[in-house]
Structures are given as C-alpha cells and as structure tokens.
C-alpha cells in the first residue's frame, strides 16, 4: 500500500495540542482500494488532537462522488458530506480495534488514516441513490421501460419461474 503512504501521519513529530491536516481524495485514491466509487475531489479537513495518551482524530468531508441512480442507471454526481471521530488510545497492552476506538502500541510512530477515509465516504453514501437527490429527472425512456414491466399482464406480477418448474414435475 505505498500508494496510501501520504496517508501517514507520524504522531511522534507532533506537539500537543491541535494539528490540522487537508486531503484530496480523488479518482487514485478509490482506485488503490479496487473501489467502483469515482470522485474528481472530495475534500477531507482533519483535526488531530494530541494528548500524552490518546489522540482525538474528528475528520470532516465533503465533495461529490458519481454513481449511478438506482431508479434509471444514469450517472449522477452525488454531493455528500460527514464528520467522523475516531479516538486513538496509546497502551502498553494493545487490544482488538472496535469502530471508533484505535489501541496503538507505546512503540507505534504512525497512523495510516487511508481506510478510515475510505471507510467515511462510504458511510456518507445513501442507501438509494436517486436522479431527484441531485435535482434531475430520472431518464424517461428507462423509467416507462420499468413501467411498461411492471405493467405486462394487467398489472399483475410477472409469473415466477421457478413455481412453474415445479407445477410441470408433478
């Protein structure tokens, strides 16, 4: 992951106190994590609060990312945005990671911060993804294609297959 190493943030240099850092996650970035996600720019601002102990890491993105609308499959340029924090806590006796909490050893010099960026775009993204989100119209020749499906037989369901099989065999 040498592609990611920008995203490294050696601690040990830091002082205490507020560190801010700016990233641009781009076509590259989604690429290194074999992504169907594609972005021009997403901006992430990321405020780094260094403790002796334990770092509070709040990261805050904005930007577009093209998708496709699940209704018509025309591409659309999404906006989105969030604002995440991730706690780091520094032990002698590292544990397992849970979601917001990171455990680093005393030895560790660096946070690579990639798949925490990677993983807040993806949260940002709504679980359907509609041409009316960017205040388009969806693609009427798909949409009275669907309807037209929908409406084969009077408005009844197309028949299931499968229940066919099954009445034919016995």
């Known amino acids: 992951m040498d592609a990611m190493k920008e995203y490294n943030i050696e601690f040990v240099k830091l002082t205490l106190g507020d560190h801010k850092f700016e990233y641009h996650l781009t076509e590259t970035f989604f690429k290194a ?10 901006q992430v601002d990321l405020l780094f609060h260094k403790s002796n102990t334990m770092f509070t890491l709040v990261f805050d993105l904005r930007g577009k990312l093209g998708l496709e609308c699940d209704r018509c499959l025309s591409a659309i340029d999404l906006p989105v945005k969030g604002k995440h924090t991730v706690l780091v806590k520094i032990t002698d006796y590292p544990m397992e990671n849970e ?8 030895h ?25 989100d960017v205040g388009k119209l969806c693609d009427p020749a798909m949409t009275s294609n669907i309807t037209s499906m929908i409406d084969i037989e009077n408005g009844d369901r197309l028949p299931d297959r499968d229940s066919d099989d099954e009445e034919e065999e016995e």
């Open 108 to 132: 560790e010099y660096k946070l690579n911060i990639a798949q925490h960026l990677y993983d807040f775009v993806c949260l940002s993204v709504p679980i359907k993804k509609t041409c009316e």
């Open 33 to 42: 994590f074999n992504s169907s996600l594609s972005s021009e720019d997403i």
């Open 99 to 106: 979601d917001d909490l990171i455990y680093l050893g005393s």
